[in-house]
């Protein structure tokens, strides 16, 4: 690695600390030209794999992109986007995993946009989780208001609704065969308003 002072390509390391959690080591290294300090951080490279079994590495810059689009006229700041974006690459890089599927990094968006912006948080989930009419919207937002409700119950109708899906009550099998006839847009195409 070059220094990014002088772009000499020699340095030398003067410093090691290992990050509290072991995620990750962060050395400082003194040019060997210029002799300026700069640090470097060593962490595993996390792959998404995409809906088309492409990998890809994690970029904290589509997070952004991605909710961005979602964002649009919201009272959302850059600095939302970037807090946003940093919680859900810690929240993934905290499992350990060098490989992580695509449909993981959107449920790990839900939760904090959720939080940041309801509107956005409604958009994004209609993309990524292919809504196919008002009844979508309608589950969407009875879960929404039954966590403002009571907050206690955020897990449990987490729980419930990832229940239902398993066991096919109800509404669940209509919302399992839209999705499945009808996938979620592909990342690679920029007009669509979705990021994986
Ligand atoms: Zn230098």
Request: hydrophobic share 30%; net charge negative.
């Given at each position: 690695?070059?220094?990014p002072y002088?772009?000499?390509?020699?340095s030398?390391?003067v410093?090691?600390?290992?990050?509290d959690?072991?995620?990750?080591?962060?050395r400082?290294?003194?040019?060997s030209?210029?002799?300026?300090?700069?640090?470097?951080?060593?962490?595993?490279?996390?792959?998404?794999?995409?809906r088309?079994?492409?990998?890809?590495?994690f970029?904290?810059?589509?997070?952004v992109?991605?909710?961005?689009?979602?964002?649009?006229?919201?009272?959302?700041s850059?600095?939302?986007?970037a807090?946003l974006?940093?919680?859900?690459?810690?929240?993934?890089r905290?499992?350990?995993?060098?490989?992580?599927?695509?449909n993981?990094?959107?449920?790990?968006?839900?939760?904090?946009?959720?939080r940041?912006?309801?509107?956005a948080?409604?958009?994004?989930?209609?993309v990524?989780?292919?809504?196919?009419?008002?009844?979508d919207?309608?589950?969407?937002?009875r879960?929404?208001?039954?966590?403002?409700?009571?907050?206690?119950?955020?897990?449990?109708?987490?729980?419930?609704?990832?229940?239902?899906?398993?066991?096919?009550e109800?509404?669940?099998p209509k919302?399992?065969?839209?999705?499945?006839?009808?996938?979620?847009?592909?990342p690679?195409?920029?007009?669509?308003?979705?990021?994986?």
């Open positions: 690695m070059h220094c002088c772009r000499h390509p020699d030398r390391v410093d090691s600390r290992v990050a959690d072991g995620s990750s080591i962060r400082r290294r003194q040019c030209s210029c002799t300026r300090r700069f640090s470097t951080l060593e962490t595993t490279s996390v792959n998404v794999i995409k088309s079994g492409a990998t890809e590495p970029q904290r810059a589509k997070i992109s991605g909710v961005r689009k979602a964002c649009q006229g919201r009272p959302v850059e600095d939302d986007l807090l974006a940093q919680e859900v690459e810690e929240s993934i905290a499992r350990g995993l060098a490989e992580i599927d695509a993981d990094v959107g449920l790990a968006i839900l939760e904090p946009l959720q940041l912006d309801e509107v948080y409604l958009r994004f989930a209609s990524y989780q292919a809504f196919d009419g008002l009844e919207f309608e589950t969407a937002i879960t929404l208001r039954g966590i403002n409700a009571a907050p206690d119950a955020a897990g449990a109708s987490k729980d419930s609704a990832e229940g239902q899906d398993e066991s096919g109800e509404d669940a919302k399992k065969s839209r999705r499945r006839s009808r996938p979620a847009p592909e690679e195409d920029p007009d669509q308003p979705t990021l994986i």
